[in-house]
């Protein structure tokens, strides 16, 4: 299943200079995502290679999460520290923490499929600091908006 993971924030940094080897920001400059999204500055993450899916970050399906919680690595979905799915989330998780600490608000929807736009199931209100980055797992078609 190909994801396309979708950010805004209302700070002024260009998050592009933030990125890793292996995920990547892309500023969105249609207005395909103008419902999902809240804030002035949009982007989305690519993962693997500019240009490609946001697959490569810990997606959980819409489905399952509402039975399970999922607080730890999953040893049945076989997830390991090292994982580029895990290491990418990490990454993640750490610049929307010290963008939601420095003041900045910032929110996040994670689609089902590559460039799709789909509106979000459901939307959370996140509060950041409760999660360590070795915790936190996107819900696929679900809206999350980020708080101290």
Known sequence: M????????DSPTDLTT??????????????L???????????RLATGAPGCCSCFFRTFEYDIE???SFEQLQKWY???PSDMNVSNTKWLLQI???LVNAGYQVD???????????????????????????????VECVYYDYKK
């Open 108 to 138: 996040t929807h994670i689609a089902q499929g590559y460039m799709s736009h789909d509106p979000p199931e459901e939307r959370k209100v996140i509060q950041i600091n409760n999660y360590n980055n070795d915790n936190f797992a996107f």
């Open 78 to 80: 076989e997830e390991e």
């Open 33 to 43: 995502n103008k419902d999902n999204l809240k804030y002035e500055h949009k982007y």
């Open 66 to 68: 509402k039975e399970l």
């Open 96 to 98: 929307i923490k010290d």
């Open 18 to 31: 933030l990125n890793s080897l292996e995920s990547f920001f892309e500023q969105i400059t249609e207005e």
């Open 2 to 9: 190909c994801y396309e993971l979708s950010l805004s924030t």
